[in-house]
């Protein structure tokens, strides 16, 4: 029955290393995003792809590289991790891009490096 | 450009009082307007929306109307819970993009 679905739930992770986070969502939706989460709550869209190409690309570093296999998934990749990494991040999905569509979110992937 | 901005909290209340928590927004265009709600340890769910002006979403005893004259969407409860205790965000959503722009989030604990 889950919607939006992350893994792992947490990760902790040494400086420097590479990890990915996966996304998924059985609702059939066209788009799906990533949001970061940061220490004070405080939440910013990082990317956005509509039928597996990439929309939106917040200005993000290009240690992060999402990749969308299909249109029910898209994976967050982390090169090279820095401390200012550790936050919590979010991955979402609606039904269309562009329109009024309600975005739904998964349950978040809390990151620490250490 | 669009921003959204959200009183600063924690907002601390007993229970059955009423809840107001403050969120103002600047935009181009006529963009829609969310309030997400976040339980300790857990992501975010949609509370309600408005897609436009005048409209008013509610959900669970919580209702938010589009002002576009004051440019607001003010939260409000006549009567919280303990368990309505979490984070709430407001956001809106550029007319014709699929961006959600957030406010920092306002923190409600509600005792008994």
């Known amino acids: 029955d889950t919607a939006v679905s992350q893994t792992p739930k947490y990760l902790v992770t040494q400086m420097g290393n590479d990890k990915s986070i996966k996304c998924e969502q059985n609702l059939g939706h066209d788009t799906m995003y990533w949001y970061k989460q940061d220490s004070k709550k405080f939440l910013k869209i990082m990317f956005s792809y509509n039928n597996k190409e990439l929309i939106i690309n917040e200005t993000v570093p290009n240690r992060f590289s999402p990749k969308s296999p299909d249109k029910a998934h898209l994976n967050l990749h982390i090169n090279s991790l820095e401390l200012g990494d550790s936050a919590v991040y979010f991955c979402?999905?609606?039904?269309?891009?562009?329109?009024?569509?309600?975005?739904?979110f998964g349950p978040g992937t809390r990151l620490l490096v250490l | 450009g669009n921003s959204v901005t959200q009183m600063e909290g924690p907002v601390t209340l007993s229970e059955e009082a009423f809840l107001t928590i403050n969120c103002t927004y600047t935009a181009t265009g006529y963009p829609s307007l969310f309030w997400y709600v976040q339980y300790p340890g857990e992501g975010l769910q949609l509370l309600l929306k408005?897609?436009?002006?005048?409209d008013k979403g509610s959900n669970k005893g919580f209702e938010a109307t589009y002002r576009k004259e004051t440019t607001s969407f003010h939260l409000e409860k006549g009567s919280v819970q303990v368990s309505d205790s979490a984070v709430y965000f407001c956001?809106?959503?550029?007319?014709?993009?699929?961006?959600?722009?957030f406010g920092t989030g306002t923190r409600l604990q509600v005792f008994p």
């Open positions: 408005a897609t436009k002006a005048d």
């Open positions: 956001a809106l959503r550029p007319y014709n993009t699929d961006k959600l722009i």
């Open positions: 979402a999905s609606s039904p269309l891009t562009g329109g009024q569509e309600t975005q739904y």
